[in-house]
C-alpha cells in the first residue's frame, strides 16, 4: 500500500510540475523589434549612367569588355570610378594597340579594337582597379601627404579578401591627381548606386611587386647588392627583400644607379683600410678592386651597408609602439611639394630625431620635370648638414603592386 501511494505521489508531481512548465510556456513570447526591409536607389546605375553619355562611350565599351556591367549596376552596392571621356580612351587605346589605331582614326576603329582586341584580363584590370567599393564624393578627399589610398576592386589574396590594391587619389593646390594622372573638371557625376569621376587618361594597375621590376634594372645591381648585404641575418618583412616583394605594402625607395654607388662603395672600403693602418697606395688598390663588382659590399659592415638602405626607403610614424615608422607610404612624383620638405625614412625607426631627406618637386603646368632629394650626409665626409649635391631623379614613378619607386643619380648618405 505504501508502495502505491509513493507512486500516486510521483505521479502526481509530475503532473504539478508539468502544469507549471505549460504556465511557463503559455506567457506572451518576447517581441523584437522588427528589422526593416532595406530600401535600395532606383535609378541607372553607374555603368549605365556612363553608357547613357555619348563622350563615355569608349570607356563604356571597356566596362563591357571587363564583364562587370552587373557589377557596377548593382543597387545594392555603393561605388566611386574614375573614368575616362573618348578623347583619354583615344590615347589609351593608341597607346595599347602600338601605333595600330592612329590618334585620328574612326570612332569606330578605337570601339572595335576595345571590344575585339583588348584582353578582357586587361579591361577587367583597369576598370576593377578604377573602382572602389564606397562612394566618395571629391570634397571627400583631404588634403595629406603623400595621397589617400583607398582599395580597389583588385583582390591582391584570394583567401584574405579585404587585402585589396590601392589606387591613390591626391587632391592638390592646383591640380589633383589619381596616382600620377589628373583629374579632369567633370567631378561628382552621380549615378542611383555611386559617383563618377574624370581623369584625363586611363589609370591602369601595376603588375609586378617592386623586387621584382627593380630586380631587372640593368643599372641597379649594386643597389641590389646592398639590399642582399644590408638583409644579413635578418628574418621575415624585417628584411628590405621581403618588403620589397610583400604584395600589400605600399612603400617608395629611392634607388640609386651603379655609377653613383659605385664610388660610395670605394670611398667606404678606402676609408676602413686607412683606419687598420693599410698604406694609402694598398688601400687605393685594394678599393678599386673591391669596387669593381657589387660584391664589394660584402667586405662593408652589415649596419653601415643596412642604413644606407633604410635611408632610400620613405616612412612615416605610426602609432606602433614596437616599429613606430613603418615604410607605408606611396609618394609619386606629384605627391611632392615644389618647396623643399623633409620626409622621414626608416632610419627613423632606430634615429628617431633624424630628419630624414629633403625632397622638392619641380612642376612645368600639371607634371613633374624635376624631382630632387638631398641627404644629411655628405660625400666626401665632412659638410655641413644637407649641403651636398642633390640626388636627381633620373626615372619617376615606376609603379610596382606594392609602391613606387625612383631612380635617382646619387646616393644619399644618412650621417
Known amino acids: 500500500m505504501i508502495k502505491i501511494n509513493n507512486i500516486r505521489r510521483a505521479a502526481s508531481l509530475m503532473i504539478l510540475s508539468g502544469f507549471f512548465f505549460l504556465s511557463s510556456c503559455n506567457k506572451a513570447l518576447e517581441e523584437f523589434a522588427v528589422i526593416p526591409t532595406p530600401v535600395y ?190 638583409d644579413s641575418g635578418a628574418v621575415g618583412l624585417s628584411k628590405f627583400d621581403s618588403l620589397l616583394n610583400y604584395g600589400v605594402t605600399n612603400m617608395t625607395v629611392l634607388a640609386p644607379i651603379d655609377a653613383a654607388m659605385q664610388p660610395v662603395l670605394f670611398g667606404s672600403i678606402y676609408g676602413a683600410l686607412l683606419a687598420q693602418g693599410v698604406p694609402a697606395a694598398t688601400a687605393n688598390t685594394q678599393a678599386t678592386a673591391l669596387a669593381a663588382t657589387p660584391a664589394g659590399f660584402n667586405v662593408l659592415p652589415v649596419t653601415t651597408v643596412k642604413g644606407i638602405v633604410a635611408y632610400h626607403i620613405l616612412a612615416s610614424l605610426t602609432s606602433s609602439t614596437i616599429t613606430p615608422y613603418q615604410p607605408n607610404i606611396r609618394a609619386f612624383s606629384v605627391n611632392f611639394s615644389s618647396t623643399p620638405t623633409f620626409i622621414k625614412t626608416l632610419v627613423n625607426g632606430s634615429v628617431a630625431v633624424h630628419p630624414g631627406v629633403s625632397a622638392q618637386a619641380t612642376f612645368t603646368g600639371a607634371t613633374v620635370s624635376s624631382l630632387k632629394f638631398t641627404g644629411l650626409g655628405t660625400f666626401p665626409p665632412g659638410g655641413a648638414p644637407f649641403s651636398g649635391t642633390p640626388a636627381t631623379a633620373i626615372a619617376m614613378d615606376k609603379h610596382a603592386v606594392n609602391g613606387v619607386y625612383h631612380i635617382i643619380n646619387s646616393v644619399l648618405l644618412p650621417q
Open 41 to 230: 536607389p532606383t535609378g541607372l546605375g553607374i555603368a549605365a549612367t556612363i553608357a547613357a553619355n555619348p563622350n563615355d562611350s569608349l570607356y563604356s565599351r571597356l566596362i563591357v569588355r571587363s564583364g562587370l556591367t552587373a557589377t557596377l549596376n548593382d543597387l545594392t552596392k555603393t561605388y566611386t570610378i574614375f573614368a575616362v571621356d573618348n578623347a583619354g580612351m583615344k590615347l589609351f587605346v593608341t597607346g595599347a594597340s602600338g601605333g595600330l589605331v592612329p590618334p585620328n582614326a574612326p570612332d569606330a576603329s578605337f570601339s572595335a579594337f576595345i571590344a575585339g582586341s583588348l584582353p578582357v584580363a586587361s579591361a577587367a584590370g583597369i576598370v576593377q582597379y578604377n573602382t572602389i567599393g564606397q562612394k566618395f564624393p571629391f570634397s571627400s578627399f583631404p588634403t595629406i601627404f603623400p595621397n589617400y589610398p583607398l582599395p580597389s576592386l583588385i583582390i591582391l589574396d584570394p583567401t584574405q579578401p579585404f587585402a585589396r590594391m590601392t589606387i591613390s587619389p591626391a587632391k592638390g593646390a592646383l591640380t589633383s591627381y589619381v596616382n600620377t594622372t589628373p583629374f579632369t573638371t567633370i567631378l561628382d557625376q552621380p549615378a542611383a548606386n555611386g559617383i563618377i569621376h574624370h581623369t584625363a587618361s586611363v589609370v591602369t594597375p601595376p603588375t609586378a611587386t617592386l623586387k621584382t621590376m627593380i630586380a631587372a634594372e640593368p643599372t641597379l645591381s649594386y643597389f641590389r647588392a646592398a639590399i642582399a648585404r644590408g
